[in-house]
């Protein structure tokens, strides 16, 4: 088969059939959850001050906000970049805003990393962190020494202190080895052991530079348990870990190189280590549900969003510290304090209830992606995330175009088409990937991404050139 001639046969075999949700009828594959979404903060209450709920770290004894402010998804407005060309930049003035208001409702754990928000993160959290004081809040931020460039002891070193410097403290409260067990066992061999850094690392927190160390987890579960194995060394003070109520059981499913987030917390509740959790939302996932199953979520409750069931069920477990969500805006800020101020553990039947939810949503077979951007940027200039996000909206709402023959087929090839163009500039589409595959080792979810670009590709042409659904006669031969 050619690059651009797809059967519908082999279309179904690649991406699979799975269970779909009620159609959307909004241009461009619109998704009505997006209109839900939007209600459902219109029908917001102002948070009560004075009602977080905390969890203590059993090393240092800080009272940590079960919420969590996860500081990678900051608003942006039109700027201009060190060579005068416009770009997005970080809202500073917004930031602060929404740092403020979280801390006056008692939120205290604040999470970057040296690469989140183009590099600008630490910087713009250390500007907004400052003008408070500084006993008033805990700042996490992470050793990122993915790149072969930063992994010598020295450069890795530099990193520390840079961020030290854009964060504008003397020491860091919860400090984390970034994202171990992408590459396996050599890769973190390479980051940290072999240079020293992790020896390193345990001398500045005797030296207080550190106060709880820890490490957050992707990818290959020998490193993790290894990691656990060797804890009567490290001393981990708390663990990151992505849980959410699909993940709990079917991480696995979903994808094989993820593990069930059940072991996860597990393995962290037997050696008595706090887990911080990411992901609490997949990246929005689980507040933009197909409509039919937030409709169960809305009946049991009209009152609460879809997203604060996620963020009940995460925060529910004894052994959770913090709860992180990436809130861009003021509106996310607010839902997600409604959860927390203070939290309502789930019921084991509200438990039961969101596992069988959970079971419906593996089957919809989507790409995992969570949106995080850490495939980015790419650099041929492929929206890895925007295409992946695209295709998923549309699977998750059934207007995905499966069969010629439907008779609203003619009506979601033009949809999609229309709805990519509008997401993904057209020299930023999959058709321009390339297969170099440097995307690969720094995806949290271990998605094949040049093999799932190359499937959407297909797909589109075959859409684009109105072959799909015809069948490929040497095939049937």
């Not at 009828?25 to 459902?40: I, N, P």
Request: glycine share 6%; aromatic share 10%.
């Amino acid at each position: 088969m050619g690059k651009n001639d797809i059967t519908r046969r082999k279309f179904l075999k690649m991406f699979g059939m799975g269970t779909v949700a009620t159609a959307a009828t909004l241009t461009g594959c619109k998704q009505a959850a997006d209109k839900a979404v939007e209600d459902d903060y219109k029908k917001q209450v102002e948070p009560a001050k004075g009602q977080m709920t905390y969890r203590t770290t059993p090393t240092t004894k800080d009272k940590v906000s079960l919420l969590g402010f996860g500081m990678m998804r900051l608003p942006t407005v039109p700027g201009k970049d060190e060579k005068g060309e416009n770009t997005e930049v970080i809202d500073q003035e917004q930031v602060n805003k929404l740092v403020d208001y979280a801390m006056e409702h008692g939120v205290n754990y604040f999470d970057t990393a040296p690469v989140y928000s183009m590099g600008l993160s630490e910087r713009a959290t250390g500007i907004a962190l400052h003008r408070h004081p500084r006993d008033s809040y805990f700042v996490a931020t992470k050793m990122s020494n993915f790149d072969n460039s930063v992994k010598t002891k020295a450069a890795s070193m530099e990193m520390f202190n840079r961020s030290l410097k854009e964060l504008q403290v003397d020491y860091i409260d919860y400090y984390l080895l970034h994202s171990v067990g992408g590459g396996g066992m050599d890769n973190f061999n390479s980051r940290y052991i072999d240079n020293g850094v992790l020896d390193w690392l345990l001398e500045q927190r005797k030296q207080g530079k550190i106060r709880n160390l820890g490490f957050s987890y992707h990818g290959d579960i020998k490193v993790f348990d290894w990691l656990l194995e060797h804890n009567d060394k490290y001393q981990w003070d708390f663990v990151q870990i992505q849980l959410n109520y699909l993940d709990w059981e079917y991480a696995n499913e979903m994808n094989q190189d993820n593990t069930d987030a059940s072991y996860l917390y597990d393995e962290l509740q037997k050696r008595g280590i706090p887990a911080v959790i990411m992901e609490p939302l997949l990246g929005g996932r689980l507040a933009k549900l197909p409509q039919y199953i937030a409709k169960q979520l809305k009946t049991r409750d009209a009152t609460k969003s879809v997203a604060s069931w996620a963020f009940r069920y995460a925060g529910t477990p004894e052994g959770v510290l913090t709860v992180l969500s990436g809130m861009t805006y003021m509106e996310h800020l607010k839902d997600n304090l409604l959860s927390y101020c203070p939290l309502k553990p789930l019921t084991e039947e509200e438990n039961e209830f969101l596992y069988q939810v959970a079971k419906d949503i593996a089957g919809f077979e989507t790409i995992p992606c969570n949106d995080c951007k850490y495939c980015m940027p790419c650099p041929y200039g492929i929206d890895i995330p925007a295409i992946f996000v695209h295709y998923n909206k549309c699977k998750n709402e059934g207007t995905l175009p499966r069969d010629a023959n439907d008779k609203d087929f003619a009506k979601y090839r033009r949809q999609y088409l229309i709805g990519l163009d509008r997401s993904v500039p057209k020299l930023r589409q999959a058709n321009h990937c390339i297969q170099c595959g440097q995307c690969v080792p720094h995806c949290p979810q271990n998605i094949r991404i040049p093999v799932e670009l190359e499937k959407i590709d297909q797909f589109v042409e075959s859409l684009k050139q109105g072959t799909f659904g015809q069948e490929n006669e040497e095939e049937e031969a």
